[in-house]
C-alpha cells in the first residue's frame, strides 16, 4: 500500500475554503485515492474518493493532477462543525483490498470562529 | 451507505477481566470485518482481519490468544479483550467489507480499564 504524508494540523476560520494536500509519491496503476473524516469519539466516515483530475460531491471537491502523486482535499466554506482529522489513503479499493486500510498520520483541522 | 454498528459505545472495566465488543453489518452481509484500536491522539491501526467462518489474521505485533476475534456469522464479529490491563485501554474501531469502494466503519467503542 502507498504511503501518505500530509500535514500533521491546519487551521482555518468559518466561511473559509480549506485545501489539505496529500503527498502519495508511490502510488500504483491500481490504487484509488480516498478520504476520510474522523470526529473524536467516532470512527471514520468516507468523505470522498477519486482515480485521477477532479471529483465532487456535496460536501467536498478531491483534484488529482496527472501524476498521481499528490491529491487535494477542498472544503468549501468550511463552519465549526468541519474541525475533525481528515485522512487521505491510497490503495487498490477496487479489488477490495482496499477495505484493509493503512491509515497515515491524518491532518488535524481546526476551524474557527 | 453501509451501516455498521458497534456495541458497546463506551466500557469501564477492572483489570484482569475480559471484554467483548460486537461489530454488526446492519443492512448487508459481511465476509470480512476488520479491527482497529486508536490510541489518543494517534491515527487508527489495523490489528486484525475477521473473517467468517475461519480464523482471524493478526497484524505483526498484537496477540491473538489476548485480543480473541470471532465471526461466526455474516453480520457479526466480536473482538474480545482478554485479561485486559490499564495499557489496553484504546478507542477499538470496526469496519465491513461492503463490495463498495469505500469502508464503513463502526462507532467505535471506548475502553477504559481501571
Known amino acids: 500500500l502507498a504511503k501518505t504524508t500530509q500535514p500533521i494540523s491546519m487551521d482555518s476560520y468559518e466561511g473559509q475554503e480549506v485545501n489539505i494536500t496529500c503527498s502519495h509519491n508511490n502510488i500504483a496503476t491500481n490504487d484509488y485515492i480516498t478520504w476520510y473524516q474522523q470526529f473524536p469519539s467516532q470512527g471514520p466516515r468516507f468523505i470522498i474518493q477519486?482515480?485521477?483530475t477532479k471529483v465532487t460531491n456535496e460536501v467536498a471537491s478531491l483534484f488529482i493532477p496527472a501524476d498521481r502523486k499528490s491529491s487535494t482535499l477542498s472544503l468549501p466554506r468550511v463552519s465549526l462543525s468541519d474541525t475533525a482529522v481528515y485522512y487521505c489513503?491510497?490503495?487498490?479499493?477496487?479489488?477490495?483490498?482496499?477495505?484493509?486500510?493503512?491509515f497515515g498520520g491524518g491532518t488535524r483541522l481546526m476551524v474557527k470562529p | 451507505g453501509a451501516v455498521v454498528s458497534q456495541h458497546p459505545s463506551w466500557v469501564i472495566c477492572k483489570s484482569g477481566t475480559s471484554v467483548k465488543i460486537e461489530c454488526r453489518s446492519l443492512?448487508?452481509?459481511?465476509?470480512?470485518m476488520f479491527w482497529y484500536r486508536q490510541f489518543p491522539k494517534q491515527s487508527l491501526m489495523l490489528m486484525a482481519t475477521s473473517n467468517e467462518g475461519s480464523k482471524a489474521t493478526y497484524e505483526q505485533g498484537v496477540e491473538k490468544d489476548k485480543f480473541l476475534i470471532n465471526h461466526a456469522s455474516l453480520t457479526l464479529s466480536t473482538l474480545t479483550v482478554t485479561s485486559a490491563h490499564p495499557e489496553d485501554s484504546s478507542f477499538y474501531i470496526c469496519s465491513a467489507e461492503t463490495g463498495a469502494t469505500e469502508a464503513f466503519f463502526g462507532q467505535g467503542t471506548r475502553l477504559t480499564v481501571v
Open positions: 489513503l491510497v490503495g487498490d479499493t477496487a479489488n477490495n483490498a482496499g477495505n484493509m486500510l493503512t
Open positions: 477519486g482515480y485521477k
Open positions: 443492512d448487508f452481509q459481511a465476509t470480512t
